[in-house]
């Protein structure tokens, strides 16, 4: 069986989407009788950061082809800009091949697209894995003008491309009531996020509640866009802490600008470049507590962020301005996680306060929550798929 896989981002690019993909690769490339082509991008998550990667590689079995595309931000015109080149290079690239399934994994709508299109085109079976809700998220993110023009588009974009696929896997159960409303012949699978081995590896296993100093330090690492809203709540709440904690921000995105001006006269507040992950896991392990922030919009009430997995494998405090499914996710299931409602600063300063200091081992978490396994079955589930859909 030969799968074709379209991700806008894979190794070594630094974000959810790759680490995702490339960790579904690792265990799609074991599974006997399986050949694996991707088609993503040359890393571009963030234009502060860059790794090199060849345009196209064949290691380990696996044919990888990595597409350039034009320099671009986190505007909506450079992503369409940057998407366009992917789509149409994708095409070209799986001109006169044959496959057996199409698997796309997608956040922002457009690589669902490009895999309805291309299982569409050579009569294949597609597996959608859907990490975003895109039509819902414009309206919260984009002006009211710009999304009068472009959701209607986008619906139909969606509707295309998810009325093309019998089988989608959703990262969220909070995604479930949007899609089995408007997709109810539709099968779903729930393969979520997962804790990476990088993180297993390093997951304390005794607990360590000795406070090493006065002044705590709290790290965020991620992007730094209008989804995450730091600017809405950090300078308030690094204020209200100071001389109580300080603040590693580590990251970059279509936001940073902002946060940077609104931080001015904020002594507590430090923000950095992009790092790898080696480095990152340093940082964490340096950090007093994990800090975790969306902006107040409807849509992010559905969301669970993969960012919770690999904090919480750490065994650090879990600080989170977050609601809907991703503040109740880390109530039942993240131990010593305190949540407050997004953009909040005085509910922020007192949740702090709830968490206890010092590292404690989630045991639990990480046997429940392990990549590995979580991408184990789901390779097994695409698998199936392709045989129950063979030609």
Request: glycine share 6%; hydrophobic share 40%.
């Amino acid at each position: 069986m030969k799968i074709l896989i379209l991700t806008f981002y894979y190794a070594p690019d630094l974000c959810a989407g790759s680490f995702r993909t490339t960790a579904l690769v690792d265990k799609l490339k074991k599974i006997p009788g399986v050949e694996v082509e991707v088609i993503t991008t040359l890393p571009n998550r963030y234009a502060s950061f860059s790794a090199d990667a060849p345009a196209h590689e064949i290691k380990d079995g696996i044919e990888v082809h990595r597409i350039s595309l034009p320099s671009h931000k986190s505007g909506m015109l450079d992503q369409v800009k940057a998407f366009t080149a992917f789509y149409r290079q994708a095409v070209t690239l799986t001109k006169g091949k044959d496959y057996d399934l199409v698997f796309a994994t997608s956040s922002r709508l457009f690589t669902a697209f490009l895999g309805a299109r291309v299982a569409s085109s050579k009569k294949l079976p597609l597996y959608l894995d859907i990490r975003d809700i895109f039509v819902d998220t414009i309206k919260d993110v984009l002006s009211p003008k710009i999304t009068w023009l472009v959701k209607p588009l986008f619906s139909l974009v969606e509707s295309y491309s998810f009325r093309k696929t019998d089988r989608i896997n959703l990262v969220s159960k909070g995604f479930a009531g949007y899609f089995s409303s408007r997709y109810p012949k539709t099968e779903y699978r729930w393969f979520t996020n997962g804790i990476d081995n990088e993180f297993l590896a390093v997951a304390p296993q005794t607990a360590d509640t000795s406070q090493k100093n006065s002044i705590s330090t709290v790290l965020y690492a991620g992007n730094i866009g209008e989804g995450q809203g730091l600017h809405t709540i950090l300078p308030k709440l690094a204020k209200r802490l100071e001389g109580k904690a300080k603040f590693r921000i580590i990251g970059d995105g279509g936001r940073k600008p902002l946060l940077q001006n609104q931080l001015d006269g904020v002594t507590n507040v430090e923000l950095l470049p992009p790092v790898g992950r080696a480095e990152l896991i340093k940082e964490y392990q340096n950090a007093d507590v994990l800090f975790l922030h969306l902006n107040d919009y409807p849509a992010f009430r559905k969301v669970l962020p993969s960012k919770i997995f690999e904090y919480a494998a750490l065994g650090k405090p879990v600080w989170a301005g977050v609601s809907g499914y991703a503040a109740d996710f880390l109530k039942e299931e993240v131990v010593n996680s305190s949540v407050f409602y997004p953009g909040n600063d005085e509910q922020g300063y007192r949740s702090f306060d709830a968490l206890a200091l010092g590292v404690r081992p989630r045991g639990e978490f990480i046997s429940k929550f392990s990549r590995e396994q979580i991408m184990t079955e789901m390779a097994y589930d695409i698998v199936e798929f392709g045989k129950k859909n063979e030609r």
